[in-house]
């Protein structure tokens, strides 16, 4: 098994997020051959860390479908993973473009200028090279919108499924071209939630995940 390179372990996670992201990344850009065993010793040597958030790291991405865990073989490079995976994200637009439209409909005006601070924010670190930072900003958003909703088991579902989505898009930051749809995308589900428009929001927040494939699918 060839482990391809990649840039060093950041402190800004935790080593199992982090290595997360980067296994993920490696899937998805077809660096482990359908079938390939994730060998742990392996991802550990290669990383500079200890089996233990390894461990963590691939028990999070089988939760994605990303990987499979088999009795005896551990974790497998499954054949279509792509399909799981556009399931997935059928399934958090839903929830995403739910949480959108409740927003609109139950949101108050200081949670309304938040989640636009936030925006403007976002609009700050669009043209910038801060990946992170802009990550971090959009999660901001997200995390605004489920909690106007106001409904906390929606907010709780939708955002465990976007946690679980997470280490598969962390690619998408670093272009600059996603970065400014995201931008657009969320400026929509803004207006449309300080609009009142409940259907606007959900069909603008649908679109946004709907069409947010990870870069490397």
């Given at each position: 098994m060839t482990t391809p390179t990649h840039p060093t372990l950041t402190?800004?996670?935790?080593?199992?997020?982090?290595?997360?992201?980067?296994?993920?990344?490696?899937?998805?850009?077809?660096?482990?051959?359908?079938?390939?065993?994730?060998?742990?010793?392996?991802?550990?040597?290669?990383?500079?860390?200890?089996?233990?958030?390894?461990?963590?790291?691939?028990?999070?991405?089988?939760?994605?479908?990303?990987?499979?865990?088999?009795?005896?073989?551990?974790?497998?490079?499954?054949?279509?993973?792509?399909?799981?995976?556009?399931?997935?994200?059928?399934a958090l637009a839903e929830m995403e473009a739910t949480c959108a439209r409740l927003s609109a409909e139950h949101m108050t005006l200081t949670e309304q200028h938040f989640l636009a601070s936030v925006h403007d924010r976002m609009a700050a670190l669009a043209q910038t090279g801060d990946a992170d930072g802009y990550a971090q900003a959009d999660n901001a958003f997200h995390a605004a919108l489920h909690a106007g909703a106001h409904n906390p088991v929606?907010?709780?579902?939708?955002?465990?499924?976007?946690?679980?989505?997470?280490?598969?898009?962390?690619?998408?930051?670093?272009?600059?071209?996603?970065?400014?749809?995201?931008?657009?995308?969320?400026?929509?589900?803004?207006?449309?939630?300080?609009?009142?428009?409940?259907?606007?929001a959900h069909a603008a927040m649908l679109h946004h995940i709907g069409s947010a494939e990870p870069a490397a699918a």
């Open positions: 402190a800004k996670q935790t080593q199992a997020e982090r290595l997360s992201e980067l296994i993920a990344q490696a899937v998805m850009q077809g660096d482990f051959a359908p079938g390939a065993r994730l060998d742990e010793v392996h991802l550990a040597q290669h990383f500079g860390v200890s089996r233990t958030p390894v461990r963590e790291a691939l028990r999070h991405l089988a939760t994605s479908g990303l990987i499979d865990l088999r009795p005896r073989r551990g974790a497998v490079v499954p054949a279509r993973p792509h399909l799981d995976l556009q399931t997935m994200i059928a929606i907010a709780d579902v939708t955002a465990s499924m976007r946690r679980r989505f997470a280490p598969l898009r962390a690619g998408q930051w670093q272009d600059q071209a996603y970065r400014a749809r995201c931008l657009a995308d969320h400026g929509a589900v803004l207006r449309a939630i300080n609009a009142r428009d409940a259907a606007a």
